[in-house]
C-alpha cells in the first residue's frame, strides 16, 4: 500500500547522472528540472539490453532514462537535431525496471503513467525514482533538448539509444519514489473511497 504523499512541495534542479544519495533524497511530491544527459530508450533498445543480451555501449551508471521514440532530423554534418521529443506509456517497458536499476545503474525513469508495485519495489531497493513528465507537452519539452550527443544502435531507429544534452528539462514530478510512496495507488485508493462512498450515498 502507498503511504501519503511525502513531498514538500520543494522545487529542485538537478544534475543528471546523479548517485544513489541524491535518489533517495527525493520524495513524492517533489518537482524536478534537469540540466546535463537524459537517455532516450524504448521498447526495442530495451529488448536488446535484456531479452538478446547485448552489451551495452555506453556507461549508463546514474542515468536518467526518459521512455521516448523522438522524431528527427538528419543534419548534413551526419548527425541529428530533434524535431520531436515526445515520451510514451512507461507500463509496456515495465518489465524492463529491475533490469534497468539492478543491472545498469539507472537512477531515474522518465515517462507517462507510472510503473506497477512490483517495479515500485525495485526503485527502493536499488535507489531510484519514477518521475512523471506532462503529456501532450512535447513541443515545449523539445525546446529543452540542447543537443543529440550521440545515438547508438540506429538500426532501431526511432527505438534507438538517445543520447540527449538538456537544460532546464521539465518540470518532472516525483510521482515513484524509493521508500515506497506512489503518488498512483495513493490516487486509486483515494478514487476507489470516493466511490465506495458515492454508492452508500445512492445506496448501492
Not at 519514477?130 to 507537452?137: Q, R
Not at 513541443?139 to 538538456?166: G, H, N
Request: net charge negative.
Amino acid at each position: 500500500m502507498g503511504t501519503d504523499r511525502v513531498g514538500t512541495d520543494r522545487v529542485l534542479r538537478l544534475d543528471a547522472p546523479f548517485d544513489e544519495a541524491t535518489a533517495r533524497s527525493l520524495r513524492c511530491g517533489d518537482e524536478l528540472w534537469i540540466d546535463g544527459t537524459i537517455w532516450g530508450v524504448r521498447d526495442a533498445s530495451l529488448i536488446r539490453f535484456f531479452d538478446e543480451g547485448r552489451r551495452v555501449p555506453a556507461d549508463l551508471a546514474g542515468a536518467a532514462f526518459l521512455h521516448t521514440a523522438p522524431s528527427v532530423r538528419r543534419t548534413d554534418a551526419g548527425g541529428y537535431v530533434p524535431v520531436s521529443v515526445g515520451t510514451t506509456t512507461s507500463m509496456r517497458m515495465d518489465r524492463f525496471t529491475r533490469g534497468c536499476v539492478e543491472d545498469l545503474g539507472v537512477r531515474a525513469i522518465i515517462g507517462k503513467g507510472g510503473l506497477s508495485a512490483g517495479s515500485l519495489e525495485h526503485l527502493g531497493r536499488h535507489g531510484a525514482v519514477y518521475l512523471s513528465i506532462t503529456g501532450g507537452a512535447a513541443s515545449y519539452e523539445t525546446l529543452q533538448v540542447a543537443e543529440i550527443e550521440d545515438v547508438l544502435w540506429e538500426d532501431l531507429m526511432p527505438e534507438c539509444l538517445w543520447k540527449f544534452r538538456v537544460t532546464g528539462f521539465g518540470p518532472l514530478f516525483v510521482t515513484m519514489d524509493s521508500h515506497g510512496a506512489s503518488e498512483y495507488e495513493r490516487t486509486s485508493e483515494r478514487a476507489q473511497a470516493n466511490m465506495e462512498a458515492a454508492y452508500r450515498k445512492l445506496g448501492l
